[in-house]
């Protein structure tokens, strides 16, 4: 979604932008710790993570890369795979916890902007309408973004502890030797450009499942 040519427009999408990108962080990162101590481990809790006050989970770097290529991150949430009943088992529900709220945020944002439209019909509600539909088409975006950029299989992404619960021993040993080089493959993907190409697609099949909801009421409408 690009931005407007001129500056006022800019400076108002930043702003739509602002609360959308701290629903989508802090949401992801509760849910990867509050999973964890469900599991059995309470580190994220003990650490005043599991906590919506979005302050604690900001990247700096991470929340100007949403701005700049609608991906980022945010500060990791502590989780010590050792308290978990089932390691490899467990971690692979931990990671997955985190895109999964990050679509249930994008399903449910767009579910309400599109109850949000007949509302566009009142010229005494625009004001508030717009700029909350808006935020709800961040929120829709910027959600779908951080799932999809989460679920790529490289560490420390979420997608790389969903991949280790589904390779063989022998895989799971040489994949497990690459992750401590996992931050630098990380980086050298994004500078090579290859990161539109890969979530491109990944964003597309992801949108397709998070509108099921909003097309099944909209058909009894």
Same mark, same amino acid.
């Given at each position: #979604?690009?931005? &407007? %040519? ?20 802090? =949401? ?15 580190? /994220?809790?003990? /650490?005043? +993570?599991?906590?919506?006050? @979005?302050?604690?989970?900001?990247? &700096?770097?991470?929340?100007? #890369? ?11 949430? @502590?989780?010590?795979?050792? !308290? ?5 088992? %467990?971690? #692979? $529900?931990?990671?997955? *916890?985190?895109?999964? /709220? !990050?679509?249930?945020? *994008? ?14 019909? +009142? @010229? ?10 808006? #935020?709800?088409? $961040? ?9 999809? =950029? !989460? ?6 992404? %979420? ?6 619960r589904f390779l063989p021993? !022998?895989a799971l040993l040489q ?13 050298? =993907? ?5 990161? &539109? ?17 909003? +097309?099944?009421?909209?058909?009894? +409408?």
């Amino acid at each position: #979604m690009p931005f &407007p %040519d001129n500056l006022a427009g800019r400076i108002q999408e930043l702003v739509l932008m602002i609360p959308a990108i701290l629903i989508a962080v802090t =949401f992801h990162e509760v849910a990867h710790g509050w999973t964890a101590d469900r599991l059995g481990d309470p580190t /994220a809790r003990l /650490a005043g +993570r599991l906590t919506l006050n @979005p302050l604690p989970h900001i990247d &700096p770097i991470g929340a100007l #890369m949403f701005i700049i290529a609608k991906f980022g991150w945010a500060k990791p949430v @502590p989780v010590n795979p050792y !308290n978990l009943r089932h390691p490899i088992r %467990d971690m #692979m $529900w931990v990671a997955a *916890a985190g895109p999964a /709220a !990050n679509l249930l945020l *994008a399903s449910g944002s767009l579910l309400l902007g599109q109850l949000l439209i007949p509302f566009f019909q +009142r @010229p005494d509600l625009s004001f508030v309408i717009q700029p909350v539909f808006g #935020m709800l088409k $961040w929120t829709y975006l910027l959600n779908l973004y951080l799932a999809a =950029f !989460n679920l790529i299989p490289i560490p420390p992404l %979420d997608g790389s502890s969903i991949l280790k619960r589904f390779l063989p021993r !022998n895989a799971l040993l040489q994949f497990e030797k690459l992750e401590p080089y996992g931050f630098i493959v990380l980086v050298l =993907f994004l500078m090579s450009g290859l990161a &539109p190409v890969v979530l491109g697609p990944l964003v597309s099949v992801l949108g397709l499942v998070v509108e099921l909801p909003a +097309r099944a009421i909209g058909s009894f +409408r």
